[in-house]
């Protein structure tokens, strides 16, 4: 059973534009929240994360909203560069830190950003 | 930089022949991970390690075996090579990003099973 959802295998925008990727979880015990970029033949790296003790985090022109009642989370794009071109996964953990540092992902949305 | 390295970066190994990946950190981070890579199936874990000598199962472990006798090396086993076991397989290690914590990964080794 797939805890941690991406439904949009793929989005395209256009430079300039907003990019939307979202993200639903069915695990209600899931309280922490990233966002993981990958461009091909590289590893993922860290982009943003959340706590569930928020609903929005920015991090200059990414912006991830967090929606507890929904299962739901976003990553918002602003404005869209072709450089951010990639998958983007999004993960969740039950726990921030402590013993379990187990992160659940999902399978990803390609994002091409078109110039 | 968070100074993890994955050998070899490419593969191509016949079935059933063992094959072993590792995964190198400089750091001292006690987690360490190993996921596969799969297209439709995203990142899904195979198993991880607390410490050393310290070893758990991930969602794909069938078919894997680990070790760690050492805090900066975490090895992945194909005990015997399938074809379904064609991947790309990602290390990480869990450690603290800036005010949070997730994972750092390696590059990555492109596995073909012939």
């Known amino acids: 059973d797939q805890q941690v959802k991406q439904n949009s295998p793929s989005l395209s925008v256009q430079e300039g534009r907003i990019s939307i990727l979202n993200c639903d979880y069915t695990?209600?015990?899931?309280?922490?929240f990233l966002w993981y970029k990958k461009y091909p033949a590289e590893g993922p790296t860290f982009l943003i994360s959340?706590?569930?003790?928020?609903d929005k985090n920015e991090d200059g022109r990414f912006t991830v909203f967090l929606n507890k009642s929904a299962k739901h989370l976003s990553l918002h794009i602003v404005p869209s560069q072709p450089g951010d071109s990639a998958v983007y996964f999004c993960a969740a953990s039950e726990d921030r830190g402590g013993s379990n540092y187990k992160l659940t992902f999902g399978k990803g949305t390609l994002l091409t950003v078109n110039p | 930089d968070a100074g993890i390295t994955q050998s070899p970066r490419h593969k191509v190994t016949e079935t059933g022949t063992p094959v072993t990946l590792r995964c190198h950190q400089t750091?001292?981070?006690?987690?360490m991970y190993w996921y596969r890579q799969d297209p439709g199936h995203g990142l899904r874990l195979i198993h991880y390690s607390y410490g050393v000598k310290d070893t758990d199962k991930g969602e794909v472990s069938d078919g894997y075996s680990v070790s760690r006798s050492k805090t900066e090396d975490f090895l992945l086993t194909l005990e015997s090579a399938t074809s379904s076991q064609t991947s790309v397989y990602f290390c990480a290690i869990g450690q603290g990003l800036g005010y949070s914590y997730g994972y750092t990964f390696g590059s990555g080794t492109r596995l073909t099973v012939v």
């Open positions: 959340i706590s569930s003790i928020k």
């Open positions: 695990n209600s015990m899931f309280d922490y």
């Open positions: 750091e001292n981070h006690r987690y």
